[in-house]
Protein backbone atom coordinates (compact mmCIF):
# COMPACT_ATOMS: atom_id res chain seq x y z
CA UNK A 1 0.00 0.00 0.00
CA UNK A 2 1.07 3.19 -0.84
CA UNK A 3 -0.16 5.98 1.66
CA UNK A 4 0.40 9.88 0.80
CA UNK A 5 0.57 11.97 4.11
CA UNK A 6 -0.46 15.72 3.07
CA UNK A 7 -0.12 18.33 5.98
CA UNK A 8 -0.04 22.04 6.18
CA UNK A 9 2.78 22.62 8.59
CA UNK A 10 4.79 19.99 9.65
CA UNK A 11 5.14 21.44 13.29
CA UNK A 12 6.29 20.23 16.79
CA UNK A 13 2.98 17.66 17.79
CA UNK A 14 2.81 16.72 14.31
CA UNK A 15 6.61 15.04 13.93
CA UNK A 16 5.96 12.09 16.21
CA UNK A 17 2.93 11.05 14.96
CA UNK A 18 4.44 11.47 11.43
CA UNK A 19 7.51 9.30 12.25
CA UNK A 20 5.34 6.58 14.33
CA UNK A 21 3.31 5.95 11.26
CA UNK A 22 6.38 5.60 9.06
CA UNK A 23 7.89 3.40 11.39
CA UNK A 24 4.66 1.17 11.86
CA UNK A 25 3.85 1.33 8.02
CA UNK A 26 7.25 0.24 7.22
CA UNK A 27 6.64 -2.75 9.38
CA UNK A 28 4.09 -3.57 6.98
CA UNK A 29 5.63 -3.45 4.18
CA UNK A 30 3.37 0.14 2.92
CA UNK A 31 5.37 3.05 1.70
CA UNK A 32 4.76 6.59 2.78
CA UNK A 33 5.21 9.72 0.77
CA UNK A 34 5.38 13.16 3.05
CA UNK A 35 3.76 16.18 1.81
CA UNK A 36 4.81 19.43 4.13
CA UNK A 37 2.14 22.10 2.51
CA UNK A 38 4.22 25.26 3.91
CA UNK A 39 7.27 25.71 5.11
CA UNK A 40 5.81 27.89 8.10
CA UNK A 41 3.49 27.61 10.82
CA UNK A 42 0.14 29.74 10.90
CA UNK A 43 -0.69 29.20 14.10
CA UNK A 44 2.98 28.98 16.12
CA UNK A 45 4.95 32.13 16.38
CA UNK A 46 7.90 30.38 17.93
CA UNK A 47 10.60 27.89 16.98
CA UNK A 48 9.40 24.54 15.73
CA UNK A 49 12.17 22.85 16.95
CA UNK A 50 11.32 18.98 16.39
CA UNK A 51 10.17 19.98 12.88
CA UNK A 52 14.00 21.43 12.23
CA UNK A 53 15.59 18.50 13.32
CA UNK A 54 13.70 16.22 11.44
CA UNK A 55 13.98 17.94 8.34
CA UNK A 56 18.03 18.35 9.48
CA UNK A 57 18.02 14.63 9.02
CA UNK A 58 17.24 14.38 5.61
CA UNK A 59 14.09 12.56 5.31
CA UNK A 60 13.50 9.85 2.81
CA UNK A 61 10.06 10.38 0.77
CA UNK A 62 9.39 14.51 1.38
CA UNK A 63 8.50 17.26 0.27
CA UNK A 64 7.30 20.87 1.29
CA UNK A 65 5.76 22.97 -1.70
CA UNK A 66 6.00 26.36 -0.78
CA UNK A 67 8.65 26.90 1.91
CA UNK A 68 8.62 30.62 1.93
CA UNK A 69 4.80 30.92 3.01
CA UNK A 70 1.95 30.08 6.15
CA UNK A 71 -0.95 27.86 6.25
CA UNK A 72 -3.13 31.19 6.10
CA UNK A 73 -1.07 32.91 2.99
CA UNK A 74 -3.13 31.01 -0.21
CA UNK A 75 -2.18 30.28 -2.95
CA UNK A 76 -4.23 27.07 -4.58
CA UNK A 77 -2.90 27.16 -7.56
CA UNK A 78 0.74 26.31 -6.46
CA UNK A 79 -0.67 24.05 -4.18
CA UNK A 80 -3.44 21.97 -6.85
CA UNK A 81 0.44 21.97 -8.87
CA UNK A 82 2.63 20.80 -5.77
CA UNK A 83 0.02 17.94 -5.03
CA UNK A 84 -0.89 16.69 -8.78
CA UNK A 85 3.34 16.67 -9.43
CA UNK A 86 3.53 14.63 -6.09
CA UNK A 87 0.71 12.17 -7.10
CA UNK A 88 2.03 11.38 -10.70
CA UNK A 89 5.30 10.62 -9.24
CA UNK A 90 4.06 8.70 -6.31
CA UNK A 91 0.50 7.42 -7.27
CA UNK A 92 -0.75 6.72 -3.50
CA UNK A 93 -3.75 3.75 -2.77
CA UNK A 94 -4.73 6.02 -0.10
CA UNK A 95 -4.07 9.56 0.85
CA UNK A 96 -4.32 10.97 4.46
CA UNK A 97 -4.58 15.04 4.83
CA UNK A 98 -5.35 17.31 7.52
CA UNK A 99 -8.75 18.92 7.83
CA UNK A 100 -11.40 18.37 5.07
CA UNK A 101 -11.47 22.31 4.41
CA UNK A 102 -8.13 23.66 3.93
CA UNK A 103 -7.11 24.46 0.29
CA UNK A 104 -4.99 21.67 -0.15
CA UNK A 105 -7.59 19.03 1.19
CA UNK A 106 -10.21 20.72 -1.02
CA UNK A 107 -7.41 20.40 -4.24
CA UNK A 108 -7.14 16.56 -2.99
CA UNK A 109 -11.12 15.96 -3.26
CA UNK A 110 -10.91 17.44 -6.89
CA UNK A 111 -7.93 14.81 -7.78
CA UNK A 112 -9.85 11.80 -6.12
CA UNK A 113 -13.13 12.85 -8.07
CA UNK A 114 -11.05 13.20 -11.30
CA UNK A 115 -8.91 10.25 -10.81
CA UNK A 116 -11.13 7.80 -8.67
CA UNK A 117 -7.51 6.22 -7.89
CA UNK A 118 -6.73 6.61 -4.44
CA UNK A 119 -8.99 6.54 -1.39
CA UNK A 120 -8.80 9.62 0.85
CA UNK A 121 -8.62 10.21 4.68
CA UNK A 122 -9.27 13.30 6.78
CA UNK A 123 -8.04 13.84 10.44
CA UNK A 124 -9.63 16.62 12.48
CA UNK A 125 -10.94 17.43 15.94
CA UNK A 126 -14.05 18.96 15.15
CA UNK A 127 -17.21 18.38 17.28
CA UNK A 128 -20.49 19.47 17.54
CA UNK A 129 -20.24 21.86 20.33
CA UNK A 130 -17.59 24.17 19.06
CA UNK A 131 -19.32 27.29 19.31
CA UNK A 132 -22.86 27.93 17.16
CA UNK A 133 -23.51 25.70 14.56
CA UNK A 134 -25.68 26.50 11.34
CA UNK A 135 -27.89 24.99 9.35
CA UNK A 136 -27.14 25.90 6.20
CA UNK A 137 -23.01 25.67 6.89
CA UNK A 138 -23.40 22.27 8.12
CA UNK A 139 -25.04 20.95 4.83
CA UNK A 140 -22.09 22.70 2.96
CA UNK A 141 -19.90 20.50 5.20
CA UNK A 142 -21.60 17.20 4.54
CA UNK A 143 -21.73 18.13 0.89
CA UNK A 144 -17.59 18.27 1.17
CA UNK A 145 -16.84 15.33 3.81
CA UNK A 146 -18.91 13.10 1.85
CA UNK A 147 -16.34 13.33 -0.53
CA UNK A 148 -14.18 11.47 2.32
CA UNK A 149 -13.63 8.02 2.37
CA UNK A 150 -12.97 8.04 6.26
CA UNK A 151 -11.63 10.06 9.14
CA UNK A 152 -9.44 10.08 12.12
CA UNK A 153 -10.36 11.70 15.03
CA UNK A 154 -9.55 13.28 18.55
CA UNK A 155 -11.89 11.30 20.37
CA UNK A 156 -16.08 9.76 20.61
CA UNK A 157 -17.94 13.24 20.43
CA UNK A 158 -15.77 14.06 17.17
CA UNK A 159 -16.66 10.35 15.71
CA UNK A 160 -20.04 11.58 16.95
CA UNK A 161 -19.82 14.53 14.91
CA UNK A 162 -17.80 12.84 11.83
CA UNK A 163 -20.95 10.79 11.32
CA UNK A 164 -23.18 13.69 11.47
CA UNK A 165 -21.26 14.85 8.19
CA UNK A 166 -21.68 11.73 6.69
CA UNK A 167 -18.86 9.23 7.80
CA UNK A 168 -20.11 5.95 8.87
CA UNK A 169 -18.56 5.27 12.57
CA UNK A 170 -16.81 2.06 11.34
CA UNK A 171 -14.91 3.98 9.15
CA UNK A 172 -13.81 6.49 11.61
CA UNK A 173 -11.29 5.98 14.61
CA UNK A 174 -9.62 8.09 17.27
CA UNK A 175 -6.48 9.17 17.71
CA UNK A 176 -5.48 12.10 16.51
CA UNK A 177 -4.77 14.95 19.07
CA UNK A 178 -2.19 12.70 20.68
CA UNK A 179 1.36 14.11 22.14
CA UNK A 180 4.80 11.78 22.82
CA UNK A 181 4.27 10.81 25.82
CA UNK A 182 7.44 9.41 26.76
CA UNK A 183 9.28 12.38 25.25
CA UNK A 184 7.26 14.95 27.34
CA UNK A 185 7.48 12.43 30.18
CA UNK A 186 11.27 12.11 30.40
CA UNK A 187 11.31 16.11 30.42
CA UNK A 188 9.14 16.63 33.11
CA UNK A 189 11.60 14.22 35.24
CA UNK A 190 14.40 16.25 34.64
CA UNK A 191 12.90 19.08 35.45
CA UNK A 192 11.74 18.10 38.48
CA UNK A 193 15.46 16.63 38.92
CA UNK A 194 16.35 20.14 38.45
CA UNK A 195 13.77 22.20 40.14
CA UNK A 196 15.36 25.59 41.30
CA UNK A 197 17.03 26.01 37.84
CA UNK A 198 13.44 26.05 36.13
CA UNK A 199 11.76 28.39 38.97
CA UNK A 200 14.91 30.60 38.68
CA UNK A 201 14.42 30.65 34.96
CA UNK A 202 10.61 31.86 34.81
CA UNK A 203 10.46 33.31 38.17
CA UNK A 204 7.82 30.23 38.82
CA UNK A 205 6.53 30.72 42.80
CA UNK A 206 6.72 27.65 45.00
CA UNK A 207 2.73 26.92 44.44
CA UNK A 208 0.77 27.06 41.64
CA UNK A 209 -1.97 26.41 39.14
CA UNK A 210 -0.91 26.82 35.50
CA UNK A 211 -3.09 27.41 32.75
CA UNK A 212 -1.68 27.10 29.35
CA UNK A 213 -3.95 29.23 26.84
CA UNK A 214 -4.34 31.67 24.14
CA UNK A 215 -5.80 34.93 25.58
CA UNK A 216 -9.06 35.01 23.80
CA UNK A 217 -12.99 35.71 24.74
CA UNK A 218 -14.14 31.97 24.57
CA UNK A 219 -11.03 30.67 26.48
CA UNK A 220 -12.47 31.96 29.68
CA UNK A 221 -9.58 33.37 31.07
CA UNK A 222 -11.19 36.04 32.97
CA UNK A 223 -13.62 33.51 34.55
CA UNK A 224 -10.71 31.70 35.96
CA UNK A 225 -9.18 34.13 37.01
CA UNK A 226 -12.53 35.26 39.53
CA UNK A 227 -12.81 31.66 40.38
CA UNK A 228 -8.82 32.17 41.80
CA UNK A 229 -9.59 34.55 43.44
CA UNK A 230 -12.60 33.42 45.04
CA UNK A 231 -10.93 30.13 46.00
CA UNK A 232 -8.54 31.80 48.87
CA UNK A 233 -5.60 29.38 47.67
CA UNK A 234 -3.59 32.84 47.08
CA UNK A 235 -4.00 33.32 50.88
CA UNK A 236 -2.13 29.45 51.38
CA UNK A 237 0.51 30.73 49.04
CA UNK A 238 -0.79 29.26 46.03
CA UNK A 239 -0.23 31.62 42.78
CA UNK A 240 -1.44 31.64 39.48
CA UNK A 241 0.66 30.74 36.31
CA UNK A 242 -0.85 31.67 32.69
CA UNK A 243 1.12 30.99 29.70
CA UNK A 244 -0.29 32.57 26.28
CA UNK A 245 -0.67 35.89 24.29
CA UNK A 246 -3.93 37.22 22.48
CA UNK A 247 -6.43 40.23 22.38
CA UNK A 248 -7.61 39.74 25.96
CA UNK A 249 -4.35 40.57 28.00
CA UNK A 250 -4.86 44.13 28.80
CA UNK A 251 -8.71 43.57 30.02
CA UNK A 252 -6.70 40.58 31.66
CA UNK A 253 -4.12 42.83 33.44
CA UNK A 254 -6.56 45.50 34.15
CA UNK A 255 -9.02 42.09 35.90
CA UNK A 256 -5.98 41.31 38.22
CA UNK A 257 -5.29 44.94 39.32
CA UNK A 258 -8.67 45.53 40.41
CA UNK A 259 -8.85 42.26 42.34
CA UNK A 260 -5.57 43.06 44.16
CA UNK A 261 -4.04 39.79 42.75
CA UNK A 262 -1.37 40.89 41.02
CA UNK A 263 1.41 39.71 43.54
CA UNK A 264 -0.51 36.27 42.84
CA UNK A 265 -0.75 36.18 39.31
CA UNK A 266 2.14 35.42 37.11
CA UNK A 267 1.91 35.72 32.89
CA UNK A 268 4.61 34.27 30.58
CA UNK A 269 3.88 35.36 27.16
CA UNK A 270 6.33 32.95 25.27
CA UNK A 271 7.58 30.09 26.10
CA UNK A 272 9.82 27.37 24.06
CA UNK A 273 8.24 23.77 23.43
CA UNK A 274 11.25 22.36 25.27
CA UNK A 275 10.71 24.26 28.30
CA UNK A 276 6.97 23.67 28.69
CA UNK A 277 7.39 20.17 30.80
CA UNK A 278 9.15 21.77 33.28
CA UNK A 279 6.21 24.11 33.58
CA UNK A 280 3.71 21.72 34.16
CA UNK A 281 5.99 18.86 36.23
CA UNK A 282 6.21 22.18 38.75
CA UNK A 283 2.56 23.02 39.11
CA UNK A 284 0.21 21.60 41.41
CA UNK A 285 -2.60 20.92 38.65
CA UNK A 286 -4.06 22.55 35.18
CA UNK A 287 -6.92 24.38 34.35
CA UNK A 288 -8.69 24.72 31.07
CA UNK A 289 -11.69 27.07 31.53
CA UNK A 290 -12.66 26.91 27.77
CA UNK A 291 -16.25 28.32 26.95
CA UNK A 292 -15.48 25.14 24.19
CA UNK A 293 -12.07 23.63 22.81
CA UNK A 294 -11.70 20.82 20.09
CA UNK A 295 -9.71 19.08 22.28
CA UNK A 296 -6.83 20.84 24.57
CA UNK A 297 -3.01 19.40 23.97
CA UNK A 298 -2.35 21.15 27.06
CA UNK A 299 -3.83 18.70 28.75
CA UNK A 300 -2.25 15.50 27.50
CA UNK A 301 1.00 17.56 28.07
CA UNK A 302 0.16 18.27 31.67
CA UNK A 303 -1.33 14.52 32.44
CA UNK A 304 2.40 13.52 30.49
CA UNK A 305 4.06 15.01 33.34
CA UNK A 306 1.20 13.58 35.87
CA UNK A 307 -0.59 16.42 37.08
CA UNK A 308 -4.52 16.46 37.05
CA UNK A 309 -6.74 19.13 35.26
CA UNK A 310 -9.83 20.50 35.80
CA UNK A 311 -11.54 20.77 32.65
CA UNK A 312 -15.43 22.25 31.25
CA UNK A 313 -17.64 19.89 29.78
CA UNK A 314 -17.02 21.36 26.38
CA UNK A 315 -13.31 20.73 25.96
CA UNK A 316 -12.82 17.65 23.45
CA UNK A 317 -10.57 16.10 26.37
CA UNK A 318 -13.60 16.11 28.96
CA UNK A 319 -14.68 12.49 29.59
CA UNK A 320 -12.25 11.43 26.66
CA UNK A 321 -8.93 11.82 28.70
CA UNK A 322 -10.08 13.82 31.71
CA UNK A 323 -12.59 11.35 33.57
CA UNK A 324 -14.28 13.27 36.80
CA UNK A 325 -12.91 12.30 39.94
CA UNK A 326 -10.31 10.24 38.96
CA UNK A 327 -7.97 12.41 37.26
CA UNK A 328 -9.23 15.80 37.87
CA UNK A 329 -12.72 17.19 37.20
CA UNK A 330 -14.90 18.27 34.69
CA UNK A 331 -17.34 21.59 35.31
CA UNK A 332 -19.67 23.45 33.35
CA UNK A 333 -18.62 26.30 31.35
CA UNK A 334 -18.80 29.42 32.96
CA UNK A 335 -19.62 28.13 36.13
CA UNK A 336 -17.61 30.02 38.62
CA UNK A 337 -18.75 28.49 41.49
CA UNK A 338 -18.51 24.88 40.82
CA UNK A 339 -14.55 25.91 39.41
CA UNK A 340 -14.13 27.94 42.55
CA UNK A 341 -14.99 24.66 44.58
CA UNK A 342 -13.08 22.38 42.50
CA UNK A 343 -9.91 24.67 42.74
CA UNK A 344 -9.90 24.86 46.04
CA UNK A 345 -10.66 21.29 47.11
CA UNK A 346 -7.50 20.13 44.20
CA UNK A 347 -5.93 22.79 45.79
CA UNK A 348 -5.77 22.18 49.46
CA UNK A 349 -5.80 18.04 49.36
CA UNK A 350 -2.25 16.81 48.81
CA UNK A 351 -3.65 12.90 49.03
CA UNK A 352 -6.20 13.89 46.29
CA UNK A 353 -3.44 15.24 43.88
CA UNK A 354 -1.09 12.98 44.34
CA UNK A 355 -4.07 9.99 43.31
CA UNK A 356 -5.14 12.04 40.38
CA UNK A 357 -1.95 12.67 39.19
CA UNK A 358 -0.81 8.70 39.60
CA UNK A 359 -4.20 8.41 37.56
CA UNK A 360 -3.46 11.13 35.19
CA UNK A 361 0.09 9.99 34.10
CA UNK A 362 -1.50 6.18 33.42
CA UNK A 363 -3.83 7.60 31.22
CA UNK A 364 -1.64 9.51 29.14
CA UNK A 365 0.51 6.74 28.42
CA UNK A 366 -2.78 5.41 26.11
CA UNK A 367 -2.68 8.30 24.12
CA UNK A 368 0.35 8.12 22.04
CA UNK A 369 1.49 8.65 18.72
CA UNK A 370 0.86 4.60 18.22
CA UNK A 371 -2.72 4.92 18.71
CA UNK A 372 -2.50 7.57 16.07
CA UNK A 373 0.16 5.23 13.64
CA UNK A 374 -2.43 1.91 14.55
CA UNK A 375 -5.88 3.77 13.64
CA UNK A 376 -4.14 5.28 10.56
CA UNK A 377 -3.15 2.28 9.09
CA UNK A 378 -6.16 0.15 9.98
CA UNK A 379 -8.10 3.09 8.25
CA UNK A 380 -6.10 3.20 5.18
CA UNK A 381 -5.78 -0.85 5.34
CA UNK A 382 -9.04 -0.98 5.22
CA UNK A 383 -9.61 1.17 2.36
CA UNK A 384 -7.74 -1.05 -0.34
CA UNK A 385 -9.04 -4.15 1.26
CA UNK A 386 -12.76 -3.91 2.29
CA UNK A 387 -13.47 -7.14 2.85
CA UNK A 388 -10.98 -6.74 5.95
CA UNK A 389 -12.88 -3.85 7.63
CA UNK A 390 -14.13 -4.04 11.50
CA UNK A 391 -17.03 -2.94 11.32
CA UNK A 392 -17.00 -1.36 14.87
CA UNK A 393 -14.01 0.42 16.47
CA UNK A 394 -12.51 -1.38 19.43
Known sequence: MRVLFVVGNLGDYHVPR????????????????????????????????RRTAFFASQPANCVTLIEEAG??????????????????????????????????????????????????????DSKADDGMRYAF?????????????????????????????????????????????????????????????????????????????????????????????????HASGVSLVLVGQGPCKDALLQQIDQLGMAKHVLILSSVPNQHMAGLYALADFVVLASKFDQWGLCINEAFAAAKPAIVTRTCGVANEMVLDGVNGFVVEPDDEATLTERMTLLGTNAAMRERFSANALSTAKRWTPLLFASNTIELAESMINPASRIQEAA
Open 71 to 124: EDDGHTARVAAGLLKVCRAFPPDVVVTLGYNTNYSVVLCVLKALTRRFALIYMS
Open 18 to 49: YQALLRLAHSRGHEVFLVEVFGKSGVYGFPQD
Open 137 to 233: KERIKRMLVRRFDAALVAGEKHRAYAESLGIPKERSRIGFDVIDVDYFSRLAREAIASADEVRARFALPPRYVLCVSRFVERKNIDLLIAAFNRSGL
